[in-house]
């Protein structure tokens, strides 16, 4: 599986952007995508997760509410709309993918993508 996050940018607080983690190679059919992030000076963090069959999702606390995870059947692509966006949440954004279940733990992702930089001004 290779994946592909793309949608980064600049956006001011309180701003929205929609992140898209396409994948190729093979479908997400049988696989859960999760989206992680790493500020600077920070451990990478687990955002969200879905899994592609059932589309069961999973969020981190500091994201809930704001954050939404979603698929696209037809174009093999996992989404990450994020609104109401602080600077806090600035951020390189890497997907991953793992067959199975959602779960938070990075290490149980085999697929990554490269990051997409996600930077929100005050």
């Known amino acids: 599986v290779q994946l592909q996050a793309s949608g980064g940018g600049l956006v001011q607080a309180g701003g929205s952007l929609r992140l898209s983690c396409a994948a190729s190679g093979r479908t997400f059919s049988s696989y859960a995508v999760g989206w992680f992030r790493q500020a600077p000076g920070k451990e990478r963090e687990f955002v969200a997760a879905?899994?592609?069959?059932?589309?069961?999702?999973y969020y981190a606390d500091s994201v809930k509410g704001r954050f939404t995870i979603s698929r696209d059947n037809a174009k093999n692509t996992v989404y990450l709309q994020m609104n109401s966006l602080k600077p806090e949440d600035t951020a390189v954004y890497s997907c991953?993918?793992?067959?199975?279940?959602?779960?938070?733990?990075?290490?149980?992702?085999?697929?990554w993508g490269q990051g997409t930089l996600v930077t929100v001004s005050s």
């Open positions: 879905i899994r592609w069959s059932g589309g069961s999702t």
């Open positions: 991953a993918a793992k067959s199975g279940t959602v779960v938070a733990s990075q290490d149980e992702y085999a697929y």
